[in-house]
T-cell receptor
């Protein structure tokens, strides 16, 4: 079953604009991870934020985590056409180490 | 440093047949997980192996099985294939997954006809 729900399901922006994707989840977590997937290929790990962290940066990526609201957001600044992909949040929690994925946000960045 | 290698990349099988997919993790990674991705159900966890032991299993029927070898390479097997098994099967390996996350392979696209 899905744990995370991304919002929006699809997002279309122009190059140079910022893209914000949101993720909500249901149960307690150890960490939350964001992945990118290009056109039906494998997933690429972008960033991991632990449950005791509130914000994390990596290059043009900024992730926030609000455990009280069970939500996270991924901000991609100054988007490029190469950022066009599907983005998934995934939670890891409890005694089980497996990831539970949301359904993803499909981002399209137009040149 | 080689990534996670999955073979084959594409596979077409007939209903009722069985299939074996292979995954070679990144050198030094002892944890290997398998996921199924379909348009309808999204990404769903199949199972995880660590040091040749199944550590965790998702909610899939017994037709789905896997194993891990002493060199950490893993295989998953699906018996008595059904049309609904058509999916992208992704393998992921990890070293300290709770710190570093997972590295995924490019997947095996299985089509059941």
């Amino acid at each position: 079953s899905q744990q995370g729900e991304e919002d929006p399901q699809a997002l279309s922006i122009q190059e140079g604009e910022n893209a914000t994707m949101n993720c909500s989840y249901k149960t307690s977590i150890n960490n939350l991870q964001w992945y990118r997937q290009n056109s039906g290929r494998g997933l690429v790990h972008l960033i991991l934020i632990r449950s005791n962290e509130r914000e994390k940066h990596s290059g043009r990526l900024r992730v926030t985590l609000d455990t009280s609201k069970k939500s996270s957001s991924l901000l991609i600044t100054a988007s490029r056409a190469a950022d066009t992909a599907s983005y998934f949040c995934a939670t890891a929690g409890g005694s089980q180490g497996n990831l539970i994925f949301g359904k993803g946000t499909k981002l399209s960045v137009k040149p | 440093k080689a990534g996670v290698t999955q073979t084959p990349r594409y596979l077409i099988k007939t209903r009722g047949q069985q299939v074996t997919l292979s995954c070679s993790p990144i050198s030094g990674h002892r944890s290997v997980s398998w996921y199924q991705q379909t348009p309808g159900q999204g990404l769903q966890f199949l199972f995880e192996y660590f040091s040749e032991t199944q550590r965790n299993k998702g909610n899939f029927p017994g037709r789905f099985s896997g194993r891990q070898f002493s060199n950490s390479r893993s295989e998953m097997n699906v018996s008595t294939l059904e049309l609904g098994d058509s999916a992208l099967y992704l393998c992921a390996s990890s070293f300290l997954d709770r710190v570093n996350g997972y590295t995924f392979g490019s997947g095996t696209r299985l089509t059941v006809v």
